[in-house]
């Protein structure tokens, strides 16, 4: 029984052992999980805490003389000083370096979304921006007629009085070259009563124009074929200088290469005339009762009607008129 009694006294013994092990394991992984929920509330306190403002590409300071720290985040708790505007300017621009060193300064942490530069901007025009935006879409389509307007934004390249909001629009001035672009500037005028102001304006305009595109490498002197070329809708601002916009109901003949996949333009084509270069007519040269037949080809492309130069089988040149597609009129 004593051996017994000691085999059982020793394993207690070893149990209690095996408890007190484990409980001191149990309170240093206690401790490990406190000092890890320590740490992680330690990191997201300082992470909240810490003030993160988001730098945009412009902002609109109607009215203001200088800016302050609120304009880019109303969430500040201490406003500070940041950045003076120059008088009569609608438009500023600094670097973006500029303005964070500000925050910086005042510990604030900044995520840029800039391309380097931060504008500032009078966006409020005192008039009719309804009208005027009618007015000059409609310029744009008048000119385009396959263009489709998405948007048109208006600036103004000035501080404008606050009393214009008074006057009436009357009308704009754009020229047809400023036409061709997607941003630019042109001229209002506005009337209240017998007082006249002129004003100018800044447009941007978001839009698609419908275009042609060669199908294939196209060579001079080729009549130009509907299945040449393709109608393709491009971004407005990708104008190409010279591109057709208008729909090909004529023939056109090319002039000179076009690679394929080219836009075609204006000085690539030129119209095709009743009768080409080349062409045999037959010249005709009366004298009272004796005419004279002359077979002859032509040295241009001539319309019905044009006087222009032939040359006969024997070399010899004369100025015809062209009577028809087939009959010219040798002149004296």
Do not use: W
Request: hydrophobic fraction near 40%; charged fraction near 25%; charge should be positive.
């Amino acid at each position: 029984m004593i051996p017994f009694q000691s085999q059982n006294k020793t394993a207690c013994g070893n149990s209690s052992v095996v408890e007190h092990d484990l409980a001191k394991v149990g309170v240093a992984s206690s401790n490990l999980v406190s000092r890890s929920i320590l740490i992680l509330l330690f990191s997201l306190t300082f992470l909240f805490s810490s003030t993160n403002i988001i730098l945009k590409q412009s902002y609109c300071v109607d009215g203001l003389k200088k800016v302050n720290a609120s304009l880019f985040d109303k969430q500040i708790k201490s406003d500070f000083f940041v950045l003076k505007l120059p008088k009569n300017r609608a438009v500023y621009s600094v670097t973006t370096n500029k303005i964070v060193s500000k925050f910086k300064l005042n510990d604030i942490n900044t995520t840029d979304l800039t391309n380097g530069i931060i504008v500032f901007e009078n966006c409020k025009i005192p008039l009719d921006l309804k009208s005027i935006k009618s007015v000059l879409r409609s310029k744009f389509i008048k000119r385009f007629p396959t263009i489709k307007v998405k948007d048109i934004k208006l600036y103004s390249p000035s501080s404008l009085e606050p009393n214009l909001a008074l006057y009436s629009f009357v009308k704009l001035k754009i020229s047809d070259n400023v036409l061709t672009r997607a941003k630019g500037s042109f001229e209002i005028v506005l009337k209240r009563g017998k007082s006249i102001k002129k004003k100018y304006l800044k447009f941007k305009i978001d839009a698609t124009i419908l275009l042609f595109k060669a199908n294939y490498n196209l060579r001079n002197g080729k009549i130009l074929q509907n299945s040449d070329y393709q109608k393709v809708r491009v971004d407005f601002s990708k104008l190409p200088s010279g591109a057709i916009v208008k729909e090909l109901k004529k023939s056109y003949i090319i002039k000179g290469y076009i690679r394929k996949g080219s836009i075609l333009r204006q000085n690539n084509l030129r119209i095709k005339k009743d009768i080409l270069k080349g062409s045999y007519i037959k010249a005709v040269l009366q004298d009272e009762n004796l005419i004279l037949e002359i077979d002859a080809h032509l040295l241009k492309d001539a319309n019905v009607g044009d006087i222009v130069k032939i040359r006969t089988s024997s070399g010899k040149i004369f100025r015809v008129k062209i009577l028809s597609q087939k009959v010219a009129r040798i002149l004296e």
